[in-house]
């Protein structure tokens, strides 16, 4: 196995409902090479530090606390999953909370998304800092 | 839950049709590799990519996965990194530690090429020279370019520099070029 410089985990919440878990297995079905593609990016980035993988592009901070992990499959389709890295976890964990289709992020949508994911990491730092 | 645990799961529940499971992925077997050796040298992108002759975010699109680069750019990122082009593309290569800490032979004497070129290009700027690089100057020019360089540099013979995409072994680099100013 590669070397890791960190975990990584899908966001669920306290019931253990996953939004980027149903989306990622929408995918494997419809897109097996996107999907692969999705895995290798992501080990990519546990490979790398956050800053060598903003460098790269591999990644976009699109905000003060979400990052963007950017996925290419093929010539049209391209795939966004923003995450977080909750300080508690001292930078050893990055938290995936979407998996969207970079066409379906027109407009307001893309903005809306990261919004949206900064909800869930306050929500998760809640959940799971609560000693901090 | 963990993205390795998911994987698993979607690779029991939804195995992938059989030729993209029969895949390699050697783009991204090359990012982490390459990732790797560079880090592990201590080394910049930047000073990578001057060492190979390639821009920055070429590097930085080969480190992302993104990049399908041409045999000759293997070459010499594989020299510039001190192994083999099959070390590159050995999937447990990155699991390794690469041999010594320091930043391979190759690099350090492209870094010190890169340097004398800065150097001389610094020079010729402020006399009002004429362009120093070797593919705009003429025989006599690149002469006394040469002799200057190789005077800089601490390896003399043996040593395959490469700078600006073109590949220049010194010692032939040093017989016929700087030996004709002498």
Redesign the interface.
């Known amino acids: 196995m590669p070397k890791f410089l960190r975990d990584a985990e899908f966001y669920e919440d306290a019931q253990g409902q996953s939004e980027v878990m149903k989306q990622l297995g929408a995918i494997a079905r419809s897109d097996a090479r996107g999907y692969r593609t999705i895995q290798n990016k992501i080990t990519l980035l546990r490979q790398q530090t956050l800053q060598d993988a903003l460098q790269s592009k591999l990644i976009r901070k699109p905000s003060a606390t979400i990052y963007v992990l950017r996925v290419q499959s093929g010539a049209a389709v391209s795939y966004r999953l923003p995450f977080f890295e909750p300080l508690c976890r001292h930078g050893s964990l990055i938290v995936f909370t979407h998996c969207e289709r970079r066409r379906g992020l027109q407009g307001d949508a893309y903005s809306t998304l990261i919004e949206q994911a900064e909800t869930l990491r306050e929500e998760w730092i809640q959940r799971n800092c609560k000693e901090r | 839950?963990?993205?390795g645990d998911?994987?698993s799961r979607?690779a029991e529940?939804?195995p992938?049709?059989a030729e993209?499971a029969a895949?390699i992925?050697p783009p991204?077997i090359l990012?982490?590799n390459v990732?790797?050796l560079r880090?592990a040298h201590g080394l910049t992108?930047t000073q990578l990519a001057r060492a190979v002759g390639i821009a920055q975010p070429r590097i930085?699109?080969i480190?992302?996965?993104?990049a399908n680069p041409t045999l000759g750019t293997l070459v010499k990122l594989a020299h510039a990194l001190g192994v083999s082009v099959s070390v590159l593309l050995d999937p447990a290569c990155?699991?390794q530690d690469p041999a010594g800490d320091t930043e391979p032979p190759a690099v350090t004497a492209n870094l010190q090429w890169s340097q004398a070129v800065e150097e001389l290009e610094e020079i010729s700027a402020t006399a009002g020279a004429q362009e120093t690089s070797s593919a705009a100057a003429e025989p006599d020019d690149l002469a006394q370019w040469a002799a200057r360089l190789v005077e800089r540099l601490p390896h003399g013979r043996g040593i395959r520099q490469v700078s600006k995409g073109v590949v220049f072994e010194l010692s032939v680099f040093e017989s016929t070029y700087a030996q004709r100013v002498r």
């Open positions: 839950m963990r993205v998911f994987f979607i529940e939804i992938a049709p993209v895949e992925d991204f990012a982490a990732y790797h880090t992108q930085a699109e480190e992302r996965g993104d990155a699991d």
